[in-house]
């Protein structure tokens, strides 16, 4: 005899073995389904904790961050990790606390934290798609062990001013002409990419009495090209740093800002390819 057929219903159907689905390694901790859409608020962009763990590598693999820079539970951006977000902000652990426990999104959030890093996609040779920020670079930068360039307190000034020069060397000795041999041995010691540029205010001669800031006060964020390094501050930031060092953002004088050695025109620092390998100012 024949059996009559059983429908099938919801308990004879095999259960889908939650164990066996993929989680990515930039997804070691779940997000919430609220915080994977636009927001619970109309305009604002949900707060979502960054646990992406390659991203999270390359920026201590790349900067050198000390154990007390804690990026790994600390920073928070406004899109999911997979969606890889522009910008990245630190918060304190009881403030990173208060936003993982609102799942449902009830505090109505317009900012948050310091903003540490943007993102950086235009050079594929760079190890850490993320640049540091100046504005959180007071937050930052007592905590970064690599990526750190000093040079001459007028070649400071000097590329405030003229926002990328060249410090690779070519047949005129362009480099030289800007940047003295420790300054060079610096920048072809330092990896591609973002790079911090704090001025040597020990024994300078030129230093405007003006002057009372710390060089850590006075470091600026950079790009580190194949040939140049370039200017990652818009030019309202970098005349407020000439003005902090005693020197008018708009007419200060070769006087004080000149070169390490003399050059015979302002053609000399012309490069060809200072803007193929300039990242887009912010």
Known sequence: PVEPAVEPTATSAPQEDQ??????????????????????????DPICPVRCAKLIDSLEQFYGFTPEFCVRTQLVSRAPDDQRPKRLYYVNKGLCRVLEADEKE???V????????????????VPCKYRLSQEGLPLTLPHIRKQIVHVEFSEY????????LPFKHDNTDTALKV?????????????????????????????P????????????????????????VSKAESAQLLERVG???RTAGDAICKPVLPVKSTDDLAVNDSNKDAPEEP
């Not at 390694?25 to 994977?36: L, M, Q, T």
């Not at 003006?210 to 200017?231: F, K, M």
Request: hydrophobic share 35%.
């Open 19 to 44: 164990d066996s689905k993929a989680v990515s390694d930039c997804e070691p901790k779940p997000v919430p389904a609220s915080r994977g859409g636009p927001g619970r608020w109309p305009g604002l």
């Open 106 to 108: 009830k505090l109505k």
């Open 209 to 232: 009495s003006a002057i009372a800031s710390e060089p850590a006060d006075l470091a600026v964020v950079c790009w580190l090209g194949n040939a140049t390094v370039n200017l990652m």
């Open 157 to 164: 000034c000097t590329l405030l001013q003229k926002r990328n």
């Open 110 to 125: 317009i900012s948050v934290g310091v903003k540490c890093f943007e993102r950086q996609d235009r050079d594929d040779n």
């Open 247 to 249: 020197l008018d953002g």
């Open 179 to 207: 940047f003295s041999p420790k300054s060079l041995e610096g920048f072809n010691n330092t990896a591609q990419g973002c790079v911090v540029l704090v001025p040597n205010l020990n024994g300078a001669e030129d230093i």
